[in-house]
């Protein structure tokens, strides 16, 4: 019963929820300080949930039902990363709100639907069964839901609501049938012996399939991603919790059944396809965007496409990594974005621009590939690091060899190109370090990536070209973006090459009348 320790964190957010919904108003300074206390102290809960894991280890502790189809609680490496993760972006989210929104009509009512869609996160990464996930699964949308409505006055808000509502409402159904398929392949709903079963050799390519579909819409892939960019008449809070916590859960589905995954290949390549391409899409269209939140939110669209991707190249550890850095640079990015155009107009360029030439570029590039070759050789040699992570390792390395291209540019003074240099071998050092960690930390709970078939090599090798080009483009941007052709184009990437418009046609999302359920719509 020990390990029942975790469910205390999601049992005192919903005390907190109780508090916010028993003002329904304005809330006092007191209920606030009551508030922000039970977030708190289910923040050190999360802690003690830790330190339970490394004392005892890994366990599940039932709360009703027997033979794997009641209600469970599970504590492992996931769960505990993930619970403090939330339960620590959850309480920074909630004292913001609390001076955010200090004076609004419907505090207290917002306060109770944030710390209710909080709580079902946390039930949802602790979940140690199929009906707990899928039922926290469904009310994490529902709560969210609501949260995009607190100005359900405004048309913006309640079109993105509707939106999301179709979107969740396919992947809850996509994640129902799932949990069926796999609950009666396995003759349990324990997810435990569920993943004991998959590394049997009992992988069912439909379960798979539909756990996909079910983490791409909810982690906004293309083509489904519009709804993401729309959220911005929520308060910021909102866009923090969103941004920061309930997007990641289709990655975290995707880790939790990592074995189911890596028993089909077929749908691991399809998330490498979905996931690469929505990374590349969303982060173009990301330079184009004027607005700050705008921004941040088409930087999201191509960090959960990064993630995807991660996890159909089987690198569940380095997704999950990935999950906790998007997580806290995002909650902070969102939350102090109030004050990013003041610092943006009070910088001031000590000189003229450094604009590396072509060579420079090439240069760049050849250097920032040998220091990850040397670097990635050695690690793979001595360590035994896969192809996959070397070729994730080579996509990250791209982004340093843009920097180098700026220490190269013939304006730069010679100190940042060395500087440029060392941070370049720092950074493919760092990756295989935090790689290592991850995969230490993950022993035995995820699987280790499969070895790499003729179509995993295909994709490996594309997604390496793809990103590389990408970079190159980046890097000698400032030689062409005033080119007729450029200004074009970088018209349509500011509408999202208009997918979002057209997804908006289909779902009827131009249109005021509302076909959300009544509760939700008033």
């Known amino acids: 019963m020990i390990y029942l320790i975790p469910f205390g964190a999601p049992l005192l957010v919903l005390i ?3 508090v916010g919904a028993g003002w329904g108003g304005r809330l006092p300074s007191s209920a606030g300080h009551i508030i922000e206390a039970l977030l708190l102290s289910a923040l050190t809960l999360a802690v003690a949930a830790v330190a339970l894991l490394v004392a005892v280890g890994p366990g599940t502790s039932p709360l009703a039902g027997v033979d794997g189809f009641g209600l469970s609680i599970r504590l492992d490496v996931v769960s505990a990363v993930m619970l403090l ?3 620590f972006v959850g309480w920074i989210v909630a004292r ?3 001076t955010y929104l200090d004076g609004e009509a419907r505090q207290g009512r917002f306060m109770a639907w944030l710390c209710l869609t909080l709580a079902s996160v946390l039930v949802l990464v602790i979940a ?3 009906v707990v996930l899928v039922a926290s699964w469904s009310l994490t949308s529902f709560g969210l839901t609501r949260l995009l409505l607190f100005y359900h006055d405004r048309p913006a808000a309640r079109r993105v609501a509707r939106k999301k509502f179709v979107i969740s409402r396919l992947s809850d159904g996509a994640l129902v049938i799932a949990a069926v398929l796999l609950a009666v392949r396995f003759g349990t709903g324990d997810v435990v012996a569920i993943a004991a079963g998959a590394r049997a050799g009992g992988g069912m390519t439909l379960a798979a399939a539909l756990l996909a579909v079910a983490a791409m819409l909810k982690s906004a892939q293309f083509p489904v991603h519009g709804w993401l960019t729309e959220v911005m008449e929520a308060p910021t809070p909102v866009s923090s919790l969103l941004h920061a916590g309930v997007i990641n859960a289709g990655g975290f589905l995707l880790i939790r059944f990592a074995d189911v995954m890596v028993q089909s290949p077929g749908v691991l390549a399809a998330l490498v396809m979905v996931g690469g391409f929505t990374a590349l899409f969303g982060g173009l269209v990301m330079l184009t965007q004027s607005a ?9 669209i191509a960090q959960m496409g990064f993630m995807t991707m991660q996890c159909g190249l089987a690198l569940f550890p380095l997704a999950l990594l990935h999950i906790v850095a998007h997580s806290l640079y995002k909650a902070h990015a969102f939350l102090s974005s109030g004050g990013a155009v003041e610092r943006i107009a009070m910088f001031r360029r000590p000189g003229r621009v450094a604009v590396p030439s072509p060579a420079a570029v090439g240069r760049a590039f050849l250097i920032a590939l040998a220091i990850y070759g040397v670097i990635g050789g050695a690690a793979a040699a001595i360590l035994g690091q896969s192809a996959q992570a070397l070729a994730l390792g080579a996509i990250l390395i791209f982004g340093i060899a843009y920097l180098l291209a700026q220490g190269l540019a013939d304006a730069a003074p010679r100190a940042l190109t060395r500087r440029l240099a060392a941070l370049a071998t720092g950074a493919a050092v760092g990756y295989f ?3 290592l960690s991850s995969e230490w930390l993950l022993g035995g709970t995820v699987p280790p990536p499969p070895v790499p078939g003729p179509l995993e090599w295909v994709l490996i090798v594309l997604a390496v070209i793809s990103f590389g080009l990408v970079a190159v483009a980046q890097a000698m941007f400032p030689l062409w973006a005033y080119h007729p052709a450029a200004a074009g184009l970088r018209v349509h990437l500011s509408h999202g090459l ?3 418009a ?20 008033a």
């Open 502 to 521: 057209l997804a908006d046609r289909l779902l009827g999302g131009w249109r005021l009348r509302s076909t959300l359920p009544q509760g939700l719509a």
């Open 292 to 300: 700050v939140k705008t921004s941040l939110a088409w930087s999201t």
């Open 433 to 435: 370090a935090l790689h």
């Open 96 to 98: 913001f709100s609390l």
């Open 128 to 130: 140690g069964n199929l």
């Open 498 to 500: 208009y997918v979002n």
């Open 16 to 18: 907190a929820a109780a």
């Open 85 to 87: 993760l939330v339960t």
